[in-house]
């Protein structure tokens, strides 16, 4: 198997159970190297090294032992991840006032406009007698969740309660006859 790699921008090498490879952050910035390198993570140990200039070393060390084959083929993998997260990045950074401009109309339609008080006519409200007072509620719409099932299950709780210890005391008091 055969894999040749441009020696200026990515250089490689097979050891025991890692690859280590080294890539030039004049071409791949470091952002695509990370996300390129994030890609691998459910398959082997993944460790980025910055060493002096421009140059990168990712350490990919295989989880489960690996034979020599397929190393140098992640080597191939990485190298089509770093080219495709290269592109992903330049896409959005051309793309970005789209992306924002999509987003903040999104966004904004969402949201209700600013209302202005002074538009309402509030006199009515003025006019009403709010007091304290209980008032006409036919379908029970003004009463609370406790008012109308909170009491009947506390009451129904109860009444078993009872009837359980009256049975209770009925078995204690046909044992102690017995």
């Not at 890609?39 to 070393?57: P, Q």
């Not at 202005?116 to 036919?138: A, I, K, M, Q, R």
Request: aromatic share 6%.
């Amino acid at each position: 198997m055969s894999l040749q790699i441009d020696s200026e921008n990515v250089q490689y090498s097979v050891d025991d159970n890692r690859v280590t490879l080294s890539v030039n952050t004049a071409i791949y910035s470091l952002d695509t190297v990370m996300g390129a390198a994030y890609v691998f993570t459910d398959r082997c140990y993944v460790l980025l090294n910055k060493l002096d200039g421009d140059i990168i070393t990712i350490t990919m060390t295989a989880q489960a032992s690996s034979k020599k084959e397929a190393l140098t083929s992640l080597v191939g993998e990485f190298a089509n991840e770093l080219l495709a997260h290269e592109v992903r990045q330049r896409i959005v950074v051309e793309n970005r006032p789209l992306i924002e401009s999509i987003v903040s109309r999104s966004l904004g339609g969402a949201t209700p406009m600013e209302l202005d008080v002074s538009e309402f006519d509030l006199s009515e409200l003025e006019e009403l007698e709010l007091d304290d007072d209980d008032f006409d509620d036919p379908l029970g719409i003004a009463a609370s969740w406790e008012d109308k099932f909170g009491k009947e299950k506390k009451e129904k709780a109860a009444e078993k309660a009872s009837e359980k210890a009256s049975s209770n005391e009925e078995a204690n008091i046909s044992v102690a006859q017995s």
